[in-house]
């Protein structure tokens, strides 16, 4: 009997009736990421960039939070093709390529997401998870269908590019990074100062006009509050490492009166 695959966080996105709400999951435990997957939450971003997070891990967490009403997106370490294709043919329905500052960026990374003559991502369907070993009819001529690509702006150039970023056919959606925007700016640790946070809404406003969804990074409330209120479709508000450590501190200090942690930012 024919399979299907879940929808992408794109079409997901274009039915959704609110933002969507996830966090990261970094630590790569698929234990971790499945209570992640059942905590009610939209979304899940798996973290191979600044995670210890390889190809074994990422399919483990893939399989883990598959049976949860919850979307994973995969961020690839780089916009590299073969990494992409790869991740890809884990299973991987939606990725997200970071520091993508041009045009020319965002078409190197939906070349590696589309199969000849549309791209260049290597054949291997029979044997991989994406099309469950060939048991998705037709996945070859629909895979289009089955992945979305979301690409992260993250840089000052990027912002003064993101108009051209998200007009290139087969970006899906936009996230917008503001820890290493406020690094570009010369602001580094500083998310929330007023010029990153203008720098994240004139993307958000050249991504809007452009038709496509538009996503940032934002642990604190305040600010995610903000930018939801500036249009963000997606947003991370949290992650399973942070939420760890600002628990266990907040034990420490609960039940070590002389020496209590101190106070430390959420992100």
């Known amino acids: 009997m024919p399979l299907r695959l879940s929808p992408t966080l794109s079409?997901?996105?274009?039915?959704?009736?609110?933002?969507l709400a996830g966090m990261w999951v970094c630590t790569g435990s698929p234990l971790v990421a499945e209570i992640c997957a059942g905590s009610g939450l939209d979304w899940l971003l798996i973290d191979m960039e600044h995670s210890p997070n390889g190809l074994e891990s990422v399919l483990a967490q893939l399989q883990a939070v598959a049976a949860y009403p919850v979307t994973p997106l995969v961020r690839v370490p780089i916009g590299d093709a073969v990494t992409i294709k790869q991740v890809l043919d884990l299973g991987a329905q939606n990725l997200l390529v970071p520091m993508v500052s041009s045009r020319t960026d965002a078409e190197a990374a939906v070349a590696a997401v589309r199969y000849p003559p549309r791209g260049t991502r290597g054949v291997g369907s029979a044997l991989a998870r994406s099309a469950r070993w060939n048991r998705v009819d037709d996945y070859l001529q629909h895979a289009d269908d089955h992945v979305s690509l979301f690409v992260q702006i993250e840089t000052s150039a990027g912002v003064e590019a993101a108009a051209e970023?998200?007009?290139?056919?087969g970006v899906d959606?936009?996230?917008v990074g503001p820890s290493d925007l406020a690094a570009s700016m010369g602001v580094l640790g500083r998310q929330t100062h007023p010029d990153v946070m203008g720098a994240v809404?004139?993307?958000?406003e050249a991504v809007r006009a452009a038709g496509k969804p538009v996503g940032v990074n934002a642990f604190d409330p305040a600010a995610a509050d903000a930018y939801l209120g500036a249009g963000a479709s997606f947003v991370l508000v949290g992650a399973d490492v942070a939420l760890l450590a600002r628990g266990s501190e907040a034990l420490a200090a609960r039940f070590i009166p002389s020496g209590a942690a101190e106070d430390r930012a959420s992100y």
């Open 11 to 19: 079409v997901v996105l274009a039915h959704a009736d609110r933002p």
């Open 165 to 169: 970023i998200a007009a290139v056919d």
């Open 173 to 175: 959606g936009v996230f």
């Open 201 to 204: 809404h004139r993307a958000f």
